[in-house]
């Protein structure tokens, strides 16, 4: 009865820390979008040219006294050519608690495939003095007849953080004084290939070498090896071809245009998230494998080191904002996401090595 407490207590410990992992890592993704919280804004889902277009702003209390000013901008299909489209008019009067109509006639311009609302609060009402900012989500512009009968009412939509114009001299004043962030080099992906690829080679030796025909646990671990060989020559594949590359930007033109790509985010914390504890469980359940003897023990230092390659690698495909800026932090040419997935791939590797070599299951 005692073995069956502590063991229970074991268990739950491990539940609770896993959902702690959980809980802890989406609360540090969700430092990192940096949403505007001192606005509320209403758009349609499609702005249509020639239509009107309604656009409510509601400030929250906390919002000091200022003008307000409300104009529309453009986009093309890649969301990076921007521009002005039309005004709403002067700035007006605003404070906390306050709720704000902006109307809108939709011009056609050449290259725009989107349309965005730019709200920022100024005490003059000129941009340059803007205290506050933030943009809606880009609304899909439309152009024939059969989208003209679309919904056009206002509803609830996300906004996003803009730099006002005293912010964006500030940031470009620390950009003119910092070393430029640097780039992975061309070498990182082939020398991730190299090693996957042997060590699945190794992988594949050491599983030819498991006795199959004894015991139901030498076959199972001749399996293991085998699938360990199969995965390790697939992901030196997605290495060595760029696979990975043009699967995520597949992914983002079909997010586009199913026009889900704004909802991402939080489906992509919720995944890393759950990467993350799942990551935690397996690491307790390798910590203790390891510290028993037997054959096992280089299984699962190969299973740990893919693992967390995959684990990273899945994460970085992700193209989070807070990844992102991981990525693009490197020393030599190699960032922190790369030297975690080399390291994961490395030991994989060397778990491969040790168990394909002839003394290893003496050792063991």
Same mark, same amino acid.
Request: with cysteine.
């Given at each position: 009865m005692p073995d069956d407490r502590s063991r229970r207590a074991a268990r739950a410990?491990?539940?609770?820390?896993?959902?702690?992992?959980?809980?802890?890592?989406?609360?540090?993704?969700?430092?990192?979008?940096?949403?505007p919280g001192w606005l509320a804004v209403e758009a349609p889902e499609v702005a249509?040219?020639?239509?009107?277009? @309604?656009?409510?702003?509601?400030?929250?209390?906390?919002?000091?006294?200022?003008?307000?000013?409300?104009?529309?901008?453009?986009?093309? %299909?890649?969301?990076?050519?921007?521009?002005?489209?039309? %005004?709403s008019g002067p700035s007006r009067p605003a404070a906390g608690g306050?709720?704000?109509?902006f109307r809108f006639e939709v011009p056609e311009r050449e290259n725009t495939a989107y349309a965005f609302a730019l709200v920022f609060l100024s005490p003059t009402g000129r941009? @340059?003095?803007?205290?506050?900012?933030?943009?809606?989500?880009?609304?899909?512009?439309?152009?024939?007849?059969?989208?003209?009968?679309?919904?056009?009412?206002?509803?609830?939509?996300?906004?996003?953080?803009y +730099?006002?114009?005293? !912010?964006?001299?500030?940031?470009?004043a620390r950009a003119g004084t910092r070393r430029p962030r640097g780039r992975p080099s061309v070498w990182v992906h082939p020398a991730l290939g190299l090693l996957l690829i042997a060590g699945a080679a190794l992988a594949a030796v050491t599983a030819a070498r498991t006795n199959a025909s004894g015991p139901p646990e030498g076959r199972a671990e001749r399996i293991v090896w085998l699938a360990l060989a199969v995965l390790m020559a697939v992901s030196a594949v997605f290495e060595l071809s760029g696979l990975a590359s043009g699967l995520t930007a597949w992914g983002r033109r079909l997010a586009e245009e199913? $026009?889900?790509? @704004?909802?991402?985010?939080?489906?992509?914390?919720?995944?890393?998230?759950?990467?993350?504890?799942?990551s935690a469980g397996l690491f307790i359940l390798f910590i203790k494998a390891v510290r028993r003897k037997g054959s096992h023990r280089t299984l699962w230092w190969a299973g740990i080191g893919m693992a967390?390659?995959?684990?990273?690698?899945?994460?970085?495909v992700l193209s989070f904002h807070a990844v992102d800026a991981a990525r693009s932090?490197?020393? !030599?040419?190699? %960032? +922190?996401?790369?030297?975690?997935? $080399?390291? $994961?791939?490395?030991?994989?590797?060397?778990?491969?090595?040790?168990?394909?070599?002839?003394?290893?299951?003496?050792?063991?």
């Open positions: 410990a491990a539940v609770a820390a896993l959902v702690f992992v959980f809980a802890a890592t989406w609360s540090i993704l969700s430092l990192t979008d940096d949403r249509v040219v020639g239509r009107a277009l @309604e656009i409510r702003v509601t400030l929250k209390k906390s919002v000091e006294a200022a003008q307000i000013s409300c104009t529309l901008h453009r986009a093309d %299909s890649e969301r990076k050519g921007w521009g002005y489209l039309a %005004s306050e709720t704000h109509t941009w @340059e003095d803007g205290t506050r900012a933030a943009t809606a989500k880009y609304m899909p512009v439309a152009r024939d007849g059969a989208a003209a009968t679309a919904d056009l009412g206002p509803r609830k939509t996300r906004v996003f953080r +730099p006002t114009a005293e !912010q964006a001299a500030k940031a470009q199913r $026009g889900v790509y @704004e909802l991402r985010r939080p489906a992509q914390k919720a995944i890393m998230a759950a990467v993350a504890a799942a967390a390659y995959l684990a990273v690698s899945f994460v970085s932090l490197t020393w !030599q040419g190699l %960032s +922190p996401v790369d030297l975690v997935r $080399g390291v $994961g791939a490395l030991a994989a590797l060397l778990a491969a090595l040790f168990a394909a070599l002839p003394t290893a299951r003496r050792i063991t």
